[in-house]
Antibody, heavy 121, light 108 residues
Framework: EVQLVESGGDLVQPGGSLRLSCSAS????????MHWVRQAPGKGLQWVSY????????YYADSVKGRFTMSRDKAKNSLSLQMNSLRVEDTAMYFC??????????????WGQGTVVTVSS | SYVLTQPPSVSVAPGKTARITCGGN??????VHWYQQKPGQAPVLVIH???NRPSGIPERFSGSTSGNTATLTISRVEVGDEADYSC???????????FGGGTKLTVL
């Protein structure tokens, strides 16, 4: 059974950058689409970005578009999220999630435990 | 942009049936997924594609959609079902995943 482990969360100043990673143990997730989802303290789930199984299709939430970049490395069985120009409102727990299949409309079948990003001066 | 609306809270007594709604324009035409999230834990997929239970999810959990409303039904509610529940769809118009605001289920 695949397990996802996020890393890279930290305290960063507004305007700074951070790179999150998500690695998979167990079966590869190369045939599945992947997502990043975040949750601000005490708030609901907010989708951040999607990448197709091939890596050719990538979509972003309006709030992060132009600042965040999602990518996947099939050889390393890993996912990353490069976050630039961070804002206070980006403060959240960030989860990576694997879809049940390869399509963007699939549910999120496997979740990591999350990594905390805090943007504050 | 597409919006999913959930009630902030639902309360139910143990052994009774809880129904959590998720409203969205013509949501019946989309694939709806439901997640359970307990404090300090990652979400868990409990219903996908409107009505299907992933492996390991009790039969007490069921889903349905009709018109502008999707419903998660939890039968014979247990204290351990107390959690936040969120619905989710893919909006093909915007190429965005949309989550509902979440509903806190309290088992009295």
């Amino acid at each position: 059974e695949v397990q996802l482990v996020e890393s890279g969360g930290d305290l960063v100043q507004p305007g700074g950058s951070l790179r999150l990673s998500c690695s998979a143990s167990g079966p590869t997730f190369s045939g599945y689409s992947m997502h990043w989802v975040r949750q601000a303290p005490g708030k609901g789930l907010q989708w951040v970005s999607y990448i197709s199984s091939s890596g050719t299709d990538i979509y972003y939430a309006d709030s992060v578009k132009g600042r965040f970049t999602m990518s996947r490395d099939k050889a390393k069985n890993s996912l990353s999220l490069q976050m630039n120009s961070l804002r206070v409102e980006d403060t959240a727990m960030y989860f990576c999630a694997r879809a049940s299949h390869q399509w963007p409309y699939d549910g999120f079948e496997v979740w990591g435990q999350g990594t905390v990003v805090t943007v504050s001066s | 942009s597409y919006v999913l609306t959930q009630p902030p809270s639902v309360s139910v007594a143990p052994g009774k049936t809880a129904r959590i709604t998720c409203g969205g324009n013509n949501i019946g035409s989309k694939s709806v997924h439901w997640y359970q999230q307990k404090p300090g834990q990652a979400p868990v997929l409990v219903i996908h594609y409107d009505t299907n239970r992933p492996s390991g999810i009790p039969e007490r959990f069921s889903g349905s959609t009709s018109g502008n409303t999707a419903t998660l039904t939890i039968s014979r509610v247990e204290v351990g079902d107390e959690a936040d529940y969120s619905c989710q769809v893919w909006d093909s118009t915007s190429d965005h995943v949309i989550f509902g605001g979440g509903t806190k289920l309290t088992v009295l």
